[in-house]
């Protein structure tokens, strides 16, 4: 697929202009910084871009006030205290939820440790059962934390995230596509 990006300024606000072979214009507002993402076809004329920027311009902002708004962003800020908060919320909660899960998925989960981490929310030794929890989840409600909980206990019935993963998680937690939902966002 040929693709080609370039910056376009539109009244002060920097969009990033990706053109490829599609039918529509589409624009994003990405964060964790609010950037302003177009894809637009191949042959479009610039201007009919600024004025499809311009005429969603109230939306871009209201996007934008969203993701400052964001635990993601309330992470990003984070003194050390706050962090240290996260974590002692995190820790009292996790092993009541590992309690209640293990039984059900039938598995026994190793060592529980917990870090703050910008990239993951959890991760799983299978071969220890070590799981680790992103504090930050303690910024989320609580259907989000158990949803990683019940993930990285999966992961120890099954390595990777193929159809048997997904199967799983559906069996044991119907709802988790929500809870992943509120942490993408």
Known sequence: MAKKMTLLAVDGLDVRITRKRIKNV?????PPDGRVEVSAPL???EALIVDFVRSKRAWIEQQRRAIADSPRAQAAEATDAEQAEWKAIVSACVPALVEKWEPVLGVKAGKLAYR???SRWGSCQPA???????TRLALYPP???EYV???ELCHLR???HGPQFWALMDAALPHWREARAKLRG
């Open 149 to 151: 909980v019940v993930h």
């Open 143 to 145: 259907e989000c934390l």
């Open 128 to 134: 220890t059962g070590r799981i680790c929890i992103n």
């Open 158 to 160: 099954v390595s990777g």
């Open 26 to 30: 589409h624009l994003r507002v990405q």
């Open 43 to 45: 042959r479009t004329p």
């Open 116 to 118: 703050n981490m910008k």
